[in-house]
């Protein structure tokens, strides 16, 4: 269960991964007051057991009918052809999911080269493609895709995970369009709407098309000077590093000596930043964390332009 940790480098490339699943699945499970065990046996398997305590919630029947409605509707977009290309079957049983019941046909692939040939056999309309893949990866399914005739204007979504977090610039020059595992249903829609038609029956409809959710932000209150005077020496001297590689242990870290600052100041805003991240950081999801490091430097301007 230690993060980074694979099976024999022999194999590594064969299974691919970066060894934080069971890190993560293990740190989740503990935050939910469970545990995680396995039983294993060389060229045999293993079998894992979660075990999360839990108790019964009734829930009022007339509130079944709501919880079970969505805002998004697939169906406002033109019926369209949609390939699923992922190697993990419940990465492609999640988006299938999301368009089911809606009048789009949905085709499966479970790696690049899959992919390739059902766009030429196909044409789907769009292609909604993961990155890390055996037999062929979504960059070189891409480059295929791209160098044919008559699939060339294919529109193509990249879907990757958190652990590719430094070559999402990359793969937002290549790609059509972009989206970080795991893929909520809002922005699901959102990605598919920017290619694919509105159906005719909702053309001339005044309902809006359904964003991701926005959050007011109150405003900061002052900085304290002598905060504001640590928080520069550490944008200047320890973020810039940070920011770039996003280490889960220095994340961490500067998550610490931001909530020392927080605590030493009484300043509400860092303490919560700080709170974030580090824990962000331990659950290994490094394109929160990432996010969270790069608005680091907004504590301070934000601060100046609302009290200059």
């Keep these: 269960f230690n993060p980074f940790y694979q099976v024999d480098s022999r194999q590594g490339r064969h299974f691919q991964g970066t060894?934080?699943?069971?890190?993560?699945?293990?740190?989740?499970?503990?935050?939910?007051?469970g545990g995680l065990s396995v039983e294993s046996a060389p060229q045999m398997g293993s079998t894992?057991?979660?075990?999360?305590?839990?108790?019964?919630?009734?829930?009022?029947?007339?509130?079944?009918?709501?919880?079970?409605?969505?805002?998004?509707?697939?169906?406002?977009?033109?019926?369209?052809?949609?390939?699923?290309?992922?190697?993990?079957?419940?990465?492609?049983?999640?988006?299938?999911?999301?368009?089911?019941?809606?009048?789009h046909d949905v085709v499966e692939a479970e790696n690049g080269k899959q992919a390739v040939a059902l766009c030429l056999s196909l044409r789907p309309d769009l292609v909604l493609m993961d990155i890390?893949?055996?037999?062929?990866?979504?960059?070189?399914?891409?480059?295929?895709?791209?160098n044919n005739e008559l699939t060339k204007r294919i529109?193509?979504?990249?879907?990757?995970?958190?652990?590719?977090?430094?070559?999402q610039g990359e793969l937002k020059a290549m790609f059509d369009g972009f989206a970080d595992k795991p893929i909520s249903?809002?922005?699901?829609?959102?990605?598919?709407?920017r290619f694919l038609p509105l159906s005719p029956d909702y053309e001339h409809s005044t309902e809006p098309i359904p964003e991701e959710t926005t959050v007011f932000v109150p405003p900061t209150p002052p900085l304290p000077a002598a905060l504001a005077a640590e928080l520069a020496n550490l944008q200047r001297d320890v973020w810039?590093?940070?920011?770039?590689?996003?280490?889960?242990?220095?994340?961490?870290?500067?998550?610490?000596?931001?909530?020392q600052l927080a605590n030493r100041h009484s300043y509400p805003p860092l303490a919560k930043h700080a709170r974030d991240l580090?824990?962000?950081?331990?659950?290994?999801?490094?394109?929160?964390?990432?996010?969270?490091?790069?608005?680091?430097?907004?504590?301070?301007?934000?601060?100046?332009?609302?009290?200059?």
Excluded at 241 to 259: E, H, N, S
Aim: one cysteine or more; hydrophobic letters at 45%.
């Design 19 to 33: 060894g934080l699943g069971l890190s993560i699945c293990n740190r989740l499970v503990e935050a939910m007051r």
């Design 48 to 103: 894992f057991q979660v075990d999360i305590p839990t108790h019964l919630v009734l829930i009022p029947e007339a509130t079944l009918g709501d919880a079970s409605q969505s805002a998004v509707d697939f169906n406002r977009l033109s019926p369209s052809k949609i390939l699923i290309v992922d190697d993990e079957t419940l990465n492609r049983e999640l988006l299938r999911n999301y368009l089911a019941g809606s009048h």
């Design 132 to 146: 890390r893949m055996t037999a062929m990866d979504g960059r070189e399914a891409l480059e295929k895709i791209r």
């Design 155 to 167: 529109p193509l979504i990249a879907i990757t995970a958190s652990s590719l977090l430094n070559s």
């Design 185 to 193: 249903r809002a922005k699901l829609f959102t990605e598919l709407a």
């Design 240 to 259: 810039p590093d940070l920011v770039k590689l996003v280490p889960a242990q220095g994340t961490m870290k500067f998550a610490d000596r931001l909530m």
């Design 278 to 308: 580090k824990e962000a950081a331990e659950m290994m999801d490094f394109t929160e964390a990432g996010r969270l490091l790069k608005v680091f430097p907004r504590i301070l301007s934000d601060s100046r332009d609302t009290h200059d």
